[in-house]
Every structure is written in structure tokens, then in C-alpha cells.
């Protein structure tokens, strides 16, 4: 498989959360998790809050954020179509200065499905 963004965004975030963990500040392993704790299931279905961190994160144009969130809509079950659609939200909150963040999430939708079927092809072929 050749190496994307993803890999390197995957590799980076894990790497600099370590290192923000290993500062060993209170306020900050609060803040991770209040941050973490949000996106569990509550009256609202964990699966959905990620979609609205999407919507969020792409109307605040953080692409971090919202290649975080497409990886956990997608790990969630998440179509193409209803990931399309809360982005739609997005750009109608936010307005036209979402597109270069809406072009931004397709591509990582794109990878991550391109990812997927390289993975299945891979276990079809080793049997």
C-alpha cells in the first residue's frame, strides 16, 4: 500500500498525543478527556456526535479535525452519503469558505475507502 496523508496525520496525532500526555499537566489530561468522554453514548448515539464533530469541525475549518472525526464516521459504519450529507450542513452553516475544508474531507473520504478496498484485496489475496 502506498503511504498517504493519513498515514502521516495517524502517525503525527498519535505521536504528539504522547508527548502532550507525557507533559503530565491536570488541566490538560482533563481537557482529553472531557474531549474523549463527549463522544460516548448518551441520549445522543456516540455514532452521531461524530458526525456533528464533523459538521462542527468543518465549519470551524480545522482539517486535523475533520479527517479525525470522517476516520470515526467511518469506523462507525457511516455511508459516503450521510457523511456527504452532515458535510452539507457544514457548508451551509459555514458558508463558502468551507469549500477548500469540504474539497479536503471528500479526499479523505477517498483515501479511506481506497484504504479499505487495498485491505481487502490483500486478505483475498492471501487465502
Not at 23 to 43: E, I, M, Q, S
Not at 44 to 69: F, M, Q, W
Not at 103 to 112: K, M, Q, S
Request: net charge negative; proline share 2%.
Amino acid at each position: 500500500m502506498t503511504r498517504t496523508r493519513l498515514d502521516e496525520f495517524r502517525e503525527y496525532r498519535l505521536k504528539m498525543n504522547e508527548r502532550i500526555m507525557d507533559a503530565d499537566h491536570l488541566g490538560v489530561k482533563r481537557f482529553f478527556n472531557l474531549d474523549t468522554a463527549a463522544y460516548n453514548d448518551g441520549p445522543l448515539p456516540g455514532n452521531v456526535k461524530e458526525l456533528l464533530g464533523l459538521a462542527t469541525s468543518t465549519v470551524l475549518r480545522c482539517n486535523d479535525c475533520i479527517d479525525y472525526h470522517i476516520i470515526q464516521c467511518v469506523e462507525a459504519g457511516w455511508s459516503d452519503e450521510e457523511i456527504i450529507d452532515a458535510l452539507n450542513v457544514a457548508l451551509i452553516v459555514g458558508g463558502s469558505i468551507v469549500i477548500p475544508h469540504l474539497r479536503h474531507a471528500i479526499e479523505t473520504i477517498d483515501l479511506l475507502r481506497q484504504e479499505a478496498a487495498e485491505a481487502a484485496e490483500a486478505e483475498a489475496a492471501a487465502k
